[in-house]
């Protein structure tokens, strides 16, 4: 079983950053894409950042120039660096894992448990 430890959340100044762990931990499993989302108190879950296996990434919009999605394939951890936190920011941040399997074609998905960011003013 495939499980998502998220590690790094806290509380930070605006204008600070933190750096967003998540590891894989359970069965070896190479993600074809691996993503963070983050939910607001009474607003939607919406992405944040994703990677591919080749490295490709996209940002959110309100995170672009600020955010930087990273990754260890051989680790399977995802990294997420957030610079230059914003009033906008705080969050809940979920680690996302996509798998891709064959024979029959299927999509996998494992989520992280949550990591709080707080951001200070």
Known sequence: QVQLVESGGGMVQAGGSLRLSCAASGSIVVFNAMT???QAPGKQ???VAVITRDSRTNYADSVKGRFTISRDNAKNTV????NSLKSEDPA???CNA???TSGPVQLVDYWGQGA???VSS
Do not use: G, N, P
């Open 36 to 38: 963070w989302y983050r």
């Open 45 to 47: 879950r919406e992405m």
């Open 79 to 82: 990294y997420l660096q957030m």
């Open 92 to 94: 809940v941040y979920y």
């Open 98 to 100: 996509r798998r891709i």
């Open 116 to 118: 709080q960011v707080t």
